[in-house]
DNA sequence: AGTGCGGCCTGTCCGC
DNA sequence: TGCGGACAGGCCGCAC
């Protein structure tokens, strides 16, 4: 499940290939990802240039001078580059060649992921236009969580999980970053103190940035045939750890459901 | 406006 | 060993 990292380090890593080439072709091989791939999309983009190879939250976006191409991985998207020769999977929904005869590549078996054209500015896109601001931008501070998190009877975990207040927090990253600041993820938003946002903040961006930069190490080719490209294992302290001890205390790490999805946390360090 | 939940989809895992 | 069902989960869109 691609979270921030996984997504910018997957940007890196397919940008050498297309930054400056120009499309010749788009295949389609299924359309119904969780939005309909449109169906001029080949049209609309043939013979563009690719200008830049940019992120936004979790979405990848190709720019044209006409537009952009917007890719999201949702649960189990990924992106590769290869070659003609490269039989499309099962689950190789689209090619988008370049003049190059390099193909970027979306394989998707759960189709949660989705690839979508904003003509113009993508902060015009419907998509795009209501995201809170970036994890590591200097807008993404206590003052400005505090000030969201006012009178909000939701959890601390669903509020950073809320794309709308900051984008990029996924529930593995959630879960450890509420876990370095020690706060309770069923703590109510409203009730978090300006001090406690300043490390929850903090151990966001940590958290962030060390997977980045973890990614950026450990990403070799995304060209590999196999494997999930430009992956690489997390080190996580909470996430997936039910029954294990608690890296800073020895409680069991707990777990329970919150919005339909999995938390895990120490009852004994966060409060 | 804020909150909570349904739904999309398939690979993986578990129990029988 | 094979099969079926539960589960996982990003995140929009809707109902309240």
Redesign the pocket.
Known sequence: ???LPE?ETSRRGIEPYLYGKKISDVIIREH????PIPEDLPSLVKGQKIREVCRR???IYLKLDNGNIII?????GSLRICTGKTAPG??DHIDIIVSSKKILRLRD????GCVLWQPGDINDH??IS??GPEPLDDAFDAGYLHS?AS?????IK??I????IV??????Y?SESLFKARINPKR???SVSLVRMEKLVTAIKTTLRDSIEQGGTTLKDFTAEDGQPGYFAQKLLV??LTGEPCSACGEPIK?F?Q????TFYCSRCQR
Request: contains cysteine.
């Open positions: 499940m691609p979270e997504v119904s990802l969780r939005w939250a979790k979405y999201h991985l949702g649960m189990s099962k689950h078996p759960r189709k949660f419907k998509l209501p995201l969201r009178k909000r009877s939701c959890s669903t509020l999980m809320n794309s709308h984008v990029g927090v996924g529930n593995i959630a109510k938003a409203g996430y997936g777990q459901t919005q339909a999805r999995s």
